[in-house]
């Protein structure tokens, strides 16, 4: 299904046609045209399934009505849990509004404050924006939210998990009634069912995957290995295979700074993002990645969500995550919008509860790889679909 039969007006078609879009994604096609009726809108969809142009090609149609924006307004506000995220939303917007007269601006910590208020003194009309900036600012009164008609929260799972959901009510409370609601989010819990409740009435609920399953086009495969052999084990294999380029996720940011210093003994250029690091850093180490500079990028879970690179081919699990859920969450960043992607864990025998997690959540076991150079002192089991920790039999 092409664009122009969803609703939205030929400029914006046109900008999304400069791009080099043509077809819509199932949750552009289902999405945009309830948005555009002026529904509010529960949506689950995962990353990469193009989900932040459903909301904000709507929102540039619905807002490019010819009204202008006063002084410390905001007229349309998009919550996003990191400042990666919000820089790449308010990007997208940037491409999209490129034949409309709208404006917009990513606020966020870790940056000149004074900056930011001066972006907001003649108005804004859409403004992307994390939550605990987002109320820092509005407690020094930079912009006010009465003529605020449009909330969009995005990553709405991973802005629970973050333990932001008291700025958010916060936020939900200094909000005209009078608003439209989006929320996006990879998967739609009993929480975020709540937040919706008290956040909009009568939403209409949109799934698009099945959270069962990862993407079927990300090949997964895991190797398992002793614990003090993990960053030999991640040379050799970047070595072997002639990597160019992969993401690697790690739990803690000390263990993100040996990492990078172990990879470059072994002649591999690797950098890491957490964050202790400040955004003007974070944001340079992202750009070289993105530019072909840096092999390898080393990113706490935290860090990383957000990044959006449209050609990453492999994801590397240097530490399992604690939460399945994280696990789809991570290798959700290759193999997007239909393209072919790996994704690739190593797995240590202290692992073995995060992996029957992970291998439940998918419903099925991961194939495994074995390299006569790293043999196994202390075996991995094979994993058990129904496991169940002692602590919770």
Known sequence: MSFSTLGLPASIIKAVDELGYHTATTIQKKAIPVILSGKNVVAAAHTGTGKTASFVLPMLALLDNGKSVRGKRIRALILAPTRELAIQIEASIQQYAKHVSLTSMAMYGGVDIETQKQQLIWGVDILVATPGRLLDMAHQRAFHF??????????????????????INKIIERLPTQRQNLLFSATISDEIRCLAKRSMENPTEITIESNKTAKPKITQWLVTVDKDKKSALLSHLIQTYQWQQALIFIETKHGAAKLVSQLAKRDIKAECIHSGRTQAIREKILADFKAGKIQMLVATGIAARGIDIGNLTRVINYDLPAQADEYIHRIGRTGRAGARGEAIS????????????????????????????????????????????????
């Open 146 to 167: 009465d003529e605020l008609t449009m909330l969009v929260i995005d990553e709405a799972d991973r802005m629970l998990d973050m333990g932001f959901i008291d700025d």
């Open 346 to 393: 190593l797995v240590s025998k202290d692992n073995f509860r995060e992996l029957c997690a992970i291998e439940s959540r998918l419903g099925h076991v991961l194939a495994r790889k074995t390299f006569d150079e790293f043999p196994v002192k202390k075996t991995v089991p094979i994993s058990v679909l129904n496991y169940v920790p002692k602590a919770k039999r």
